[in-house]
């Protein structure tokens, strides 16, 4: 699967919104299904007040052998 070379990393991303405010988001990848799919947790401020970091969403990703592009699921 293209997004292989992701599993068991993690990315991270910090810094401001236009309009001043703080954004940071952590994401980690790992197998699921054996290696048919690819599942994606991320991480990030969970109030408007952007003071409290904890769980934001859960992804999936698989790769599509007929058309030969990743599908994500939200």
């Known amino acids: ?3 292989s070379s992701l599993v068991g990393k993690s990315w991270v991303a910090e810094g401001k ?3 001043g405010s703080s954004f940071k988001q ?3 990848f790992s197998y699921h ?3 048919a799919l690819i599942t994606s ?4 401020y ?3 007040e ?4 904890g769980p934001r ?3 999936v990703y698989s790769w599509d052998t007929t058309e030969k592009i990743i599908r994500f699921m939200e």
């Open 26 to 28: 952590e994401k980690s």
């Open 33 to 35: 299904l054996g290696e």
């Open 1 to 3: 699967m293209p997004l």
């Open 57 to 59: 969403n859960h992804g």
């Open 17 to 19: 919104w236009a309009d």
């Open 41 to 44: 947790e991320s991480l990030g």
């Open 46 to 48: 969970t109030d408007t």
């Open 50 to 53: 952007q003071t409290t970091f």
